[in-house]
């Protein structure tokens, strides 16, 4: 099984951006020669956030420390994006009418910003599994 977490991690990493892109979207996970899987969002981001929270614990558990840095710096540049993406005072939200109604929450991207609630549950279930790595019983 830990074959396959980390072949489908491993999988992922390529399609994180980070050189070469504007700094606004560093981190977020998006492969633009594959435009079906469907353009950049948050959600996407912190869910791929959380598998990759999860696939660290397990290469730390098993030993692999390779894998482990490799999928904790993934986790900490998503998070870096999903940060960027949240309204957490006024300034962040100063173009917005109502903008007691978008504190916490995070834009879909750095030009959309509608949000949603399942890209604030899944950076929240991702920041939990940082903080809180699951052991897998070794």
Not at 47 to 60: N, Q, S
Not at 81 to 86: F, K, P
Request: aromatic residues 10%.
């Amino acid at each position: 099984m830990a074959d396959w977490v980390f072949e489908m991690n491993d999988w992922l990493l390529p399609m994180q951006q980070w050189d070469g892109i504007d700094d606004d979207v560093r981190g977020r996970f998006y492969d633009p020669n594959r435009r079906h899987f469907g353009p950049p969002h948050a959600s996407s981001t912190a869910v791929y956030c959380e598998g990759l929270a999860d696939a660290a614990a397990l290469a730390r558990e098993v030993g692999d420390s390779a894998r482990t840095a490799l999928y904790e710096r993934a986790v900490d540049r998503g998070m870096r994006s999903l940060r960027q993406l949240q309204f957490r005072d006024e300034r962040d939200a100063f173009y917005v009418s109502r903008r007691h109604r978008v504190m916490g929450g995070l834009r879909t991207t750095v030009y959309d910003n509608a949000v949603r609630v399942d890209s604030a549950g899944h950076a929240l279930a991702a920041a939990l599994k940082v903080s809180h790595p699951i052991g897998f019983g070794g």
